[in-house]
Nanobody, 119 residues
Framework: QVQLVESGGGLVQAGQSLRLSCAAL????????MGWYLQAPGKQRELVAT???????HYSDSVKGRFTISRDTAQNTVYLQMNSLKPEDTAVYYC?????????????WGQGTQVTVSS
């Protein structure tokens, strides 16, 4: 079965950087879109950034200018470069991948990786 495995999270001080990675295992096709979502304590999961198969990106307003999403050539791995981290970025970050099926889609989620930013 398809597995999304995240890595790169950790505990850092404000102003430092992290680079998250998400590798899609046992995948013999390309995803139409991949992205990152976050879930902070006591809040709902929300969008951070997405990237489509043609390279189109979208970012939430809170991370524009600080975070950069990218993918590898095979589109089976997605990265999130997180610069100028702030305490409010603290959350569990989840990798997401979507495969379109003629107007519908199937979606996969990773297990999440914790990012903690201290002041």
């Amino acid at each position: 079965q398809v597995q999304l495995v995240e890595s790169g999270g950790g505990l850092v001080q404000a102003g430092q950087s992290l680079r998250l990675s998400c590798a899609a295992l046992k995948v013999r096709f390309s995803f139409n879109a991949m992205g990152w979502y976050l879930q902070a304590p006591g809040k709902q999961r929300e969008l951070v950034a997405t990237i489509t198969s043609d390279g189109t990106t979208h970012y939430s307003d809170s991370v524009k200018g600080r975070f950069t999403i990218s993918r590898d050539t095979a589109q089976n791995t997605v990265y999130l470069q997180m610069n100028s981290l702030k305490p409010e970025d603290t959350a569990v970050y989840y990798c997401n991948a979507r495969r379109n099926l003629y107007g519908n889609y199937v979606e996969y989620w990773g297990q999440g990786t914790q990012v903690t930013v201290s002041s």
